[in-house]
Every structure is written in C-alpha cells, then in structure tokens.
C-alpha cells in the first residue's frame, strides 16, 4: 500500500509552548488511520498542520509526494482534503438544506447525505444551530459525502453523542474507506475506532507512543489510559 501523507520529524505549538516534538507518521493510501490519545495528546494540533491552521515549526509534511509547507487551507482543500473538526463546521444559522447546498456545491444531488442520514430529510428547513448535537455531527459529515475527498480528517465525531449516533457515523466513515477515501480518525476512546481502523498512531504528550495495526495493541496499557486495550477497560485517566 502506498503513502499518501508522510510526516517527518513534526515540531508545531502556540506562542512558547511546543505541542509537538519531532512527529514521524505515515498515512497510507486508502487506509483508515486511527490517531488515538487522551485529552491534550497533541491530535487536533497535528491535524490542524496537516490541514494548514497552523504552520509547522520544523520538519515536513508531503501528501502524494507534495510539499505542504506553506499551502493555504482553500488550496488543500480544492486539492481534495477535507477537516471535520470537534466543532462541527456547519453554517448554524442557516438551514439544514442550505448548508447541503453549499457542501454540494455545484453538485445539486444531496441523495447521499439524506440516504445516510434519513432525519436530515426531516429538518431540511430547520435552521442547523437548532439541531441535536448528533444531528449536527450528521450534517457536518455530510460534507465528505457529497464531496468525497482524497483525504479527510475527522476530529472526534463522537464526542458527546449517544453510542446510536456514534454507530451510524462511524458507518459512512466505513463506507468511505472502503470507497477508496484515506480516513484519518482522531479518537480518544478506543473500542470504535479499533474496529475500524488498519493503522494505529498513539500520541502521549506530543509524542508517538505507538505505531502498529490495531491487533497489536491488544493486552497493552497505554499512556494516558487506564486499564488495557482489550479488556473493555481502557478508558482516558
């Protein structure tokens, strides 16, 4: 399987503090790659670079053998990567169609978001800030559905969401994958995105703490965790 984003000897922070110290990472093509670590690991920082947020301090970032250093957000994502993020990214204030009508763009078909997300269907006029959590989760991955990117990053879909919700997320990310769509899934609990993950990246306090398939995690314990992968107890500390 080939590399499509390669990450080498990573360093990036705010002001004085440095989050990051030397990340090396390989993102294979087609692959879903799970960056897991509990609360403040470093993960939505290193998305943030990969997605050009945030400037690396040092090191290198190449996706399909470019160069990313100094490459505006827009120009990456008309190049097709897409961020997710923990907020969301949904237009609040207006509707629920107008906001699929913007992540479709010249693409008039939003089918595949309301096939995947049947309550969509249902809120089409309501404005987006006034739905459920999990619904807004749905709509900001519809998104990737209507675009489907060359590489998407999502910043823990699941946070706050009832394990229904979670499922039917993690669902499209599946399906995605499958489709040919290299996933980066950042994660702090474990269970779910082992399940789908083929590559998994540990971050401890800005640093890569394991790197493997997710089978070999099994048994462990993990910085910043408590209990081991595997036992149904490893949770964030």
Do not use: C
């Not at 090191?59 to 969301?88: K, Q, S, Y």
């Not at 900001?140 to 499922?167: F, H, K, Q, Y």
């Not at 640093?207 to 081991?228: K, N, T």
Request: zero cysteines; hydrophobic letters at 50%.
């Amino acid at each position: 399987m080939s590399v499509e984003l390669e990450i080498r000897g990573l360093r990036a922070g705010y002001g004085a503090v440095e989050v990051l110290h030397a990340i090396d990472m390989d993102v294979a093509a087609g692959a879903l790659t799970a960056l897991l670590g509990p609360n403040g690991a470093g993960k939505t920082t290193l998305l943030s670079v990969i997605a050009g947020l945030l400037p690396a301090r040092s090191g290198e970032l190449r996706w399909a053998g470019v160069d990313l250093a100094g490459l505006a957000p827009d120009a990456l994502a008309r190049a097709g990567m897409l961020l997710v993020p923990e907020r969301r990214g949904i237009f609040t204030t207006m509707t629920v169609r107008d906001n699929l009508d913007v992540f479709a763009g010249h693409r008039a078909d939003v089918s595949a978001a309301l096939d995947a997300f049947p309550v969509l269907g249902r809120r089409l006029d309501q404005r987006a800030g006034s739905l459920s959590g999990g619904e807004q989760q749905m709509l900001a991955m519809s998104r990737a559905l209507l675009n489907r990117p060359r590489l998407l990053l999502l910043d823990e879909i699941s946070i706050g969401l009832a394990p229904r919700v979670t499922r039917q997320l993690f669902d499209v990310v599946r399906g995605l994958a499958e489709e040919g769509t290299t996933v980066v899934l950042v994660e702090q609990y474990l269970s779910d995105a082992l399940a789908l993950a083929d590559v998994v990246y540990v971050l401890s306090r800005g640093e890569i703490a394991f790197a493997g398939e997710p089978g070999e995690l099994r048994g462990r314990a993990l910085p910043g965790y408590v209990g081991r992968v595997g036992s149904g107890a490893a949770q964030p500390e």
